[in-house]
């Protein structure tokens, strides 16, 4: 007999376990959005904030941009009345993290919360008109942090709080300048303080000063003085500051505050910038918090489905006994982990309890004498700020000294946003190795408490020293099931100390490379008693040195060979081999060192500084730090070619939308009817044969609708795509893959979730086939498309021979991920007789349109696509974007229904390709006099597995690789190299930046050859106009070449000799903090590469009521376009810009348009837009002469209507002149112009760790006449920003082992953030010339990419920097003989300086099989 099968009754976990049931649970959940009141019945436990605010509320002012709290686009402010702070608190969040559970009983206030276009809030306002906003996707974002700050501290904020607010907060597109400048207009330490207008008797804000009650309590971080204005030192907790809310409850009410609410600070003066007209910004003039809220009641709550339960406890007790109801639970504070891991590693946690709200874990006291006792889940923002006042209160060198480098660290960890949501016993029982709190309550011997109910009910509690918490890779010693509920920090002892470290790969917002506590406790005479040195980052756990610990135990600390035994120790605590996981051994052993040596100084400092012994083994500048001020911008801002319109600095149309959330991009536009959501199924092998692919799971998901693949396709050469005979990508994969992330399939479903756990579910078995991710093996493999590019000049061999110099290298150019704060996505909408409508995100509306057509098979005319607006694009979709909408296509025509596709960071990272790396060979030949005689150079370009732009790249790098100088004898060629990586594809500068890097590289590499200054060799060199000169591709050297003017107005205004000297001065009395001074220069030309791209067409339409709609073939990424080109109009028709509109990108309304790209877009349609306005002026001419100089324009255009004359045109423009081709002896120019510029900058480097800042950057660009000078300055600023970033700190990184992409979001991906820019931000443009030569629109020049390769030179200041280093350990010719390599990160900076400690932390292969962890393309 067959055995009967057993049925396993599991109960479902939205049934209440029985032994809670006592607890009354409300499945309700209630909060305020923006001051109304939701009650959600039946709330999605699976969704995040985010997505409620987007989905549920239809509010998409709020970004999505990440996923995993790394940008801030999601940002929203969390407002409640705090018991334990007797207080309404305001706290910035990412709703992307974040429950919707979390927003119980609170007021979430959104973007649209607090304005709108018509009525901006300050912030608002100021971030537009500061010109603050340029594609607007992080804009919301920015905007909320802001606000939270400004509610928070009830309008009293300082540049330091403002820039601590805004550390959580990304932008690619504005350099940050803009954005800095508008919130520190609300500072009361910014030059914008109306200090003129203060009342009399206004300076004082409690009556109290420093001895406010709320200075006692809490321990929030004083404020300094400001001028005569005594803001109390509570700030924003004063009891004056309090703002009258609704229904006439004050929060100064509800603090209990007895204070005399006179003398109040005089907002108007506060807040009123200096000369501009703005709002001023009044704390009572914001949303009020709901009165209902400060009585509100916590209560139990339950609710969810059969996926997923969520509990909210109000009580310990509760929490408990939910646990113990659940063994298998898992407890959520912050999510700042939790929801990382669901969200990135598809971890189901299907019973989770959100402990953020029970008081008894959130509360602090100081015990006299002992320390600091917490609860687990005060969030991260409260520790720090309690960790800053008591190191003030208790000495930050004696026994607050923990405090102050707890405090210290946790200023660098995460941004604002996740420091306001997670919480201590989040990190600690994540127990990362890479945790910033863990090695100091490690090294301070801090004690966690837990507790946990035995199986009778009885609390039990128990307390574990973090000293030996963890056991492994993400394990400790908490008993299962068991909570954390406190956590005991001791003060530090008489002769005990105690220091903090961390170094990252971004200061701000970054988890760290090696994070490190260390503590030694000395006895009377400097003997080591005991000491804990722990680190992170250097094993699978916060560890312990404990060879180390044990070496220096008893020894003196002024003994001189306690550093020698120590770093001894070390290294034989740290043996990482040379392919350690994570890479960069040889770094993190010499980070190891570094720290110890600081800390030893410091401590000579701290136990003695006037011992003898000390003296002598005092550096001077061993603990000092690279200088961080906060930035100060400056913009030339003389306009010398004004017109009626063209010529002034008006914001970003758009921007008042930005800054309010009312701007629309493709993901905002509101759900279709019947609409399905797509998830690709990506491959996971770099390069493999597919097996089989089975998909009979994924269809078996609830919602899903259906699955699409090649077979869907009206026929195989449908699938190919590219703008080459050869080299071309497939939008599916055909029996074969060559990338990890290509396309096998997609899923569809109406929940997106669900598609996404649909997508997870299809096997394919793969068979797997030797790949290639590198450059360097494309090479040496020879894997190369058939397309090499060649400019040749004279005779450079010759050359060589007869040159007094000659020098050959190898130059390295890294990848760059655009990182565009809107993920790649479109809506697909199929429509009666076989009709598309795309809407993209897509730099290319036509090529959307193209394979729109080609995959569905219907022809062109029946394919719209249109685009509103671009949340960044950078060239990343120029082409890449087209993948994705034919997709999107192929499944709307298989289901006949609208389709939206929408990727995440990760999938985006992965699929659409980077900046192409670049492995740059060459040798060069000078006379005596330095003037270069001759260049050969190879450019091989790492394509990745399709063609894609590659070749338009190239030719681009070909064109750039002398930069502005002269060579009589060149050869440059430039060879596409075939990879298993994602086809890399336009970013901007095109190949522009690789070319010029090649050239810049090549000549500082000469210059500290030959030990002279580069600027004497780029002096021989520039190109001189008018002298015959020709470049290597054969144009001529004309009245545009303005290289040698910008350089000497640049060179004098920076002061450049000056700054020489001051750095001269400053390294010859610094050790470790070295200084360096750099000047690049860039000539970048404009046009297309291929010919028939410098086209464009426009079409303008007056209607009878006089109002103007443009429309032309470019899209709105945010570089300002939309804004010029209705000043354009405007100033062609001759009437006001409100008059004129830009609705959108259509290719039914302009067809057969180029993409937007090249820096051309302004130039092009412009130009194009006049041509029609042209032909209309012509057409009003007699109707004008008719009426007399004095009628309106409506006059003349009703007129005109009634008349019968048409009120439409189009324009077309073609740029003459231009039309290169390879091969050909006599070519036509490439470029119709060029934008130059140069750029001078100064850093300053920690030597001792990698860590730099840019203390000044002066960048002056010929601009020709700008359309708008403000526009053109931003373009200039965060160009330059995201430059900074490609050379120093953004590292695209490969697994070795898989060929998979590892830097794929914010967290392992670092761009610059807002502390990153330099601290002096000085820009101006060309003076002294009339661009009569110049025949663009208005004597205009196209400015989006040319300025980026001026971020080259931080690199460059870097190197310089290195050399002064160099020169002191002895390298007599400092940084001659280093690679040239960008980016330069910190850990290659700290790699070149070439002292004892990096030469004992040098680890090398041991055979030719070790290879590091990770690879570069
Ligand atoms: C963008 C970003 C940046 C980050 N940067 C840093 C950084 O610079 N430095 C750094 O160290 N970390 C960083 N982290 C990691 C993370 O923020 C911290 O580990 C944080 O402390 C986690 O706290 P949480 O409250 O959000 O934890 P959660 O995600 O809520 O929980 C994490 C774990 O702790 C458990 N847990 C929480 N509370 C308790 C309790 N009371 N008892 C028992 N278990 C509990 C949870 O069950 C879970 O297993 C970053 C994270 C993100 C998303
Ligand atoms: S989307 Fe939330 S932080 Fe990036
Ligand atoms: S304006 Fe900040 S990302 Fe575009």
């Known amino acids: 007999m067959a055995p009967s099968a057993t049925i396993i009754e599991t109960e479902s976990i939205t049934v209440l376990h029985d032994d809670l049931s006592h607890i009354r649970f409300a499945s309700t959940l209630q909060f305020y959005l ?271 489905n059969e996926h997923k339960v969520w509990f909210r406890p109000t009580t310990k007790q509760e929490l408990l006994e939910i646990v113990a109801s659940y063994p298998q639970c898992k407890i959520v504070s912050g999510a700042s982990e939790v929801q990382v891991e669901i969200k990135m590693k598809a971890a189901d946690y299907n019973v989770s309890i959100f402990v953020n709200d029970i008081a008894e874990l959130r509360t602090w006291e100081y015990i006299e004498g002992k320390g600091l006792l917490v609860g687990a889940n005060i969030s991260v923002s409260e520790l720090e700020y309690i960790g800053e006042d008591l190191a003030e209160k208790l000495g930050k060198h004696t026994k607050g000294q923990v405090f102050e480098h707890m405090t210290t660290q946790l200023k660098y960890f995460a941004g604002r946003q996740i420091r306001n949501a997670a919480s201590p016993a989040g990190n600690i029982v994540t127990a990362s190795p890479i945790s910033d709190l863990n090695p100091v309550l490690v090294a ?64 701000d917002d970054d988890i760290a490379i090696v994070t490190a506590c260390i503590r030694v406790k000395l006895d009377s005479e400097g003997l080591v008693e005991d000491s804990t040195l722990a680190y992170g980052g250097m094993a699978a756990m916060t560890v ?44 993190r052993r010499t980070l190891t060192f570094s720290f110890f040596y600081k800390f030893w100084q410091y401590m000579l400092a701290g136990f003695n500084s006037s011992h003898p012994s000390a003296k002598a083994l005092l550096e001077v500048d061993s603990n000092a730090k690279v200088t961080r001020n906060k930035p100060e911008g400056w913009r030339d801002l003389e306009t010398p070619f004004e017109y009626e319109v063209v010529g002034k600095s008006n914001p970003h149309l758009s921007a008042m939308k930005q800054v309010s959330g009312e701007a629309v991009y493709t993901d905002d536009i509101p759900p279709q009817h019947k609409e399905i959501f797509g998830v690709q199924v990506l491959s996971t092998k770099a390069h493999a044969k597919v097996l089989s692919v089975d998909y009979t799971d994924a269809l078996t998901v609830e919602t899903v609708v259906g699955y699409i693949d090649i077979d869907d396709l009206p026929n195989k050469e449908a699938n190919l795509w590219g703008p080459l005979p050869f080299g071309k990508e497939q ?49 040496a493999q020879e894997s190369f498309f058939p397309d090499s590019r060649i400019t040749e000049l004279g005779d450079w061999e010759s050359a060589f021979k007869n040159s007094k110099h000659f020098f050959e290298g190898t130059i390295r150019f890294g990848a760059q991920e655009h990182f565009y704060f809107e993920t790649q996505g479109c809506l697909v909408i199929p429509e009666e007789d076989g009709e598309i409508k795309v809407y993209a995100s897509t730099q290319n509306p036509t090529e959307t349109q193209e394979y729109a057509a080609q995959v569905t098979g219907v022809a062109a005319h029946k394919v719209v696509t249109r685009v509103k607006r671009l949340g960044g694009g950078f060239g990343g979709k120029e082409t890449r974007s087209v993948q994705l909408s034919s997709l999107a296509c192929v499944a709307a025509k298989k289901f006949n229904r609208p389709v939206r596709m ?37 450019l091989y370009a790492n394509g990745g597995w399709s063609m894609d732009l590659t070749r338009g790249v190239i030719d681009r790098a070909v064109f750039h690789a002398c930069n502005c100088y002269y060579f009589p004898n060149v050869r440059v060629a430039g060879i596409p190299c075939k990879t298993n990586t994602a086809s890399n594809t336009a970013y901007r500068g095109f190949g522009g930046p690789q070319g010029m890097y090649l050239a810049e590289g090549m000549l500082v590499e000469v210059a500290e050859k030959l030990g002279v200054d580069p600027d004497v060799i780029r002096q021989k060199n520039y190109f001189t106009a008018n002298t015959g000169q020709i470049t290597p591709y054969k144009q001529k050297v004309d009245d545009d070449i303005s290289v040698r003017d910008i350089v000497k107005q640049n060179w004098e205004e920076a002061n450049y000799d000056q700054l020489r000297k001051d750095v001269e001065d400053f390294n010859a009395k610094s050790k470790w903090i070295k200084r360096g001074l750099a000047h690049v220069p860039t000539m970048f030309g404009v046009s297309f590469g291929v010919k028939f791209l410098n086209q464009a067409g426009a079409l303008v339409h007056i209607y009878h009521d006089g109002s103007v709609l443009v429309s032309h073939g470019g899209v709105e990424i945010g570089q300002g376009l939309y804004t010029k080109m209705t ?120 030597t001792l760790t990698g860590d730099w800042s840019c203390l000044e950057a002066h960048i002056k660009m010929d601009i020709g006449r700008p359309i708008n000078q403000a526009i053109d300055y931003g373009q200039i600023e965060g160009a330059f920003v995201q430059g900074m970033g490609l050379f120093t700190m953004e590292q695209s990184l490969w697994f070795r082992h898989n060929g998979a992409l590892f830097t794929r979001g914010p967290g392992n991906y670092k761009i610059p953030g807002f502390r990153d820019v ?51 350990n002895g390298y007599v010719k400092g940084a001659a003989g280093l690679p040239v390599q960008s980016p330069l990160t910190s850990e290659r900076i700290r790699a070149s300086i070439g002292d004892m400690l990096v030469k004992k932390g040098l680890v090398v292969p041991k055979n030719e099989n070790e290879r590091d962890f990770f690879i570069e393309a």
């Open 34 to 304: 923006n001051g109304e009141l939701q009650t959600v019945r039946d709330p999605d436990p699976e969704g995040t904030l985010l997505d409620y605010i987007r989905s549920e509320a239809g509010l998409t002012g709020t970004k999505l941009g990440c996923s995993e709290g790394g940008c801030g686009a999601c940002t929203i402010t969390v407002a409640h009345y705090d018991e334990i702070k007797n207080k309404i608190t305001y706290e910035a969040m990412n709703s992307c993290i974040i429950p919707l559970i979390a927003v119980e009983g609170k007021h979430l206030i959104t973007v649209e919360g607090i304005g709108s276009t018509n009525n901006p809030h300050p912030v608002q306002e100021r971030i537009a008109k500061y010109h603050g906003s340029q594609c607007g996707f992080c804009t919301p974002g920015i905007v909320m942090s802001m606000y939270s700050l400004l509610r928070e501290k009830n309008g009293h904020v300082s540049k330091e709080l403002i820039s601590e607010a805004l550390d959580g907060n990304l932008c690619r597109c504005t350099g940050y300048m803009p954005i800095i400048q508008a919130c520190n207009s609300f500072a009361y330490d910014s030059d914008n303080y109306n200090k003129a207008q203060l009342k009399p008797g206004s300076v004082t804000a409690c009556s109290k000063g420093a001895d406010c009650c709320q200075n006692k309590k809490n321990g929030a971080k004083a404020e300094p003085e400001v001028e005569k204005v005594e803001v109390c030192a509570r700030g924003d907790s004063c009891c004056k500051n309090k703002t009258i809310e609704a229904n006439g409850v004050a929060e100064s009410e509800a603090s209990g505050s007895t204070h005399d609410p006179s003398n109040e600070i005089d907002v108007n003066a506060l807040f009123t910038p200096n000369g501009l007209p703005l709002k001023p910004y009044n704390p009572k003039d914001d949303l009020v918090f709901p009165a209902k809220l400060t009585n509100y009641k916590l209560k139990p709550i339950f609710y969810g």
């Open 1127 to 1246: 000043m354009i109009a405007a100033q062609e028709l001759g009437v006001p810009i409100e008059k004129v509109f830009i609705s959108e990108t259509s290719t039914q309304v302009v067809p057969n348009t180029s993409a937007t790209a090249a820096s051309a877009a302004s130039d092009l349609n412009g130009m194009a837009i006049a041509n029609a306005c042209e032909k209309l002026n012509e057409r009003l001419k007699p109707i004008r002469e008719q009426l007399g100089p004095d009628a309106t324009f409506d006059e003349v255009i009703s007129t005109a209507y009634h008349e019968r004359i048409s009120l439409s045109a189009t324009g077309f423009y073609k740029t003459p002149d231009i039309g290169y081709l390879f091969g050909d002896p006599d070519p036509a120019p490439a470029f119709f112009y060029f934008t130059q510029g140069s750029a001078i900058c100064q850093v300053e480097v920690d």
């Open 1318 to 1368: 330099p601290q002096k931000f000085r820009v101006s443009m060309l003076k002294d010339r009339d661009f009569k030569h110049l025949k663009t629109i208005k004597s205009s020049k196209g400015i989006g990419e040319p300025p980026l390769f001026l971020g080259s030179c931080v690199q460059f200041a870097i190197r310089n920097a290195i050399s002064y280093a160099r020169r002191d």
């Open 902 to 938: 929408s990727l995440s960071r990760y999938e985006d990272m992965l699929t659409s390709g980077q900046r192409h790396p670049f492995l740059m060979k060459y040798r060069v030949s000078l006379d005596e006099d330095l003037k270069f005689t001759g260049l050969d150079t190879t």
């Open 444 to 507: 301070c011997g801090a004690i966690v408490t837990y507790e946990q109910l035995d199986p009778t009910g009885k609390v039990i509690s128990g307390e574990l020293n973090m000293n030996d918490f963890f056991i492994g890779y993400r394990k400790h010693r908490l008993p299962q099931g068991a909570i954390v509920t406190s956590i005991f920090i001791p003060e530090t002892r008489p002769n005990e100390f105690i220091h903090s470290y961390k170094q990252s790969k971004r200061k």
């Open 544 to 587: 312990q040195s404990k060879q180390t610990q044990e070496a220096i135990k008893g020894m003196s600390i002024f003994d001189p060979s306690f550093l020698e035994i120590a770093v001894d120790n070390l290294d034989k605590d740290y043996p990482l081999g040379f392919g350690v996981p994570g890479g960069m051994a040889t770094y």
């Open 731 to 779: 939008f599916f994969s055909d029996g074969e893959v060559f990338v990890v992330g290509q396309t096998i399939g997609v899923v569809f479903a109406t929940n997106k979730e669900r598609a996404a756990e649909a997508s997870r579910l299809v096997r394919v078995e793969y068979e797997e086939l030797p790949a290639i991710i590198s450059v360097e093996d494309a090479v």
